[in-house]
């Protein structure tokens, strides 16, 4: 970890799965191995082939302030209708920290259109 410049070194792999996690707790992995992560989504998560990329300490820092050494990203990966690309991030084998992203057009407000604004319409 090099403060300096606010990066480190993970090793880093992108799984490039579909992977269906709806009506799954994913809260009750974390602080488990890896492979009982695995187990829980239902796939083996795979240390080899892992490449070292250096990210900000930020990206990789996890809510109890420890910094992920391994980071397993599912670009495919979906819980429900809204949520999409899960990372996984694990600090000596076990699972620190999980991120989800979402489609953000599903949390902003229904825009009229401007004619419809204009004349007041529904």
Not at 3 to 16: A, E, G, M, P, T
């Amino acid at each position: 970890m090099d403060k300096k410049d606010n990066q480190c070194s993970v090793r880093f792999k992108l799984h490039r799965d579909k992977l269906d996690l709806s009506g799954q707790d994913l809260i009750t992995v974390l602080d488990k191995s890896i492979n009982e992560v695995g187990n829980k989504i239902g796939m083996h998560i795979s240390t080899d082939t892992m490449n070292e990329v250096r990210v900000s300490i930020e990206r990789v820092t996890s809510m109890t302030g420890e910094v992920a050494d391994e980071v397993h990203d599912y670009p495919r990966a979906t819980q429900g209708t809204n949520f999409r690309r899960m990372s996984l991030h694990f600090k000596e084998g076990r699972l620190i920290s999980l991120e989800w992203g979402f489609r953000l057009q599903d949390y902003l407000p229904k825009r009229k259109s401007w004619i419809r604004r204009l004349f007041g319409k529904q």
